[in-house]
């Protein structure tokens, strides 16, 4: 329900992550740091996904959970839990 934008999500997401400082900020670099840079084992609780996508657009809010996914299927570490 707090994200506000895109820039906010993955702004989010590097802090509450400890991701490193270079992190990009785009959906390229979340599967670049979650599938090859994040060794910390990690649950992506995601709540609220339709508030989500009323903040973010569907388009790019379904590309933001592939993402996730796809970086869980390559990173054990990494697991995605949506409600």
């Known amino acids: 329900k707090e994200i506000k934008s895109q820039d906010h999500l993955h702004k989010t997401l590097a802090k509450?992550?400890?991701?490193?400082?270079?992190?990009?900020?785009?959906?390229?670099?979340?599967?670049?740091?979650?599938?090859?840079?994040?060794?910390?084992?990690?649950?992506?609780?995601i709540k609220y996904l339709s508030i989500l996508r009323s903040k973010l657009g569907a388009d790019y809010t379904d590309a933001f959970v592939q993402t996730i996914m796809d970086a869980s299927n390559d990173n054990s570490k990494v697991i995605l839990v949506l409600e």
């Open 16 to 45: 509450e992550l400890n991701f490193p400082h270079h992190y990009g900020k785009t959906l390229d670099a979340l599967y670049d740091t979650l599938s090859t840079d994040f060794s910390g084992q990690t649950i992506i609780h």
